[in-house]
């Protein structure tokens, strides 16, 4: 299902871009 993979995507490059932006909440 592309919806699936779309939203999956989104997740992903939210947690990534989170992670560059709130380093210290991964810790």
Do not use: H, I
């Amino acid at each position: 299902n592309l919806r699936v993979t779309v939203m999956r995507a989104a997740f992903v490059a939210g947690y990534f871009f989170r992670s560059l932006l709130f380093p210290d909440v991964l810790e």
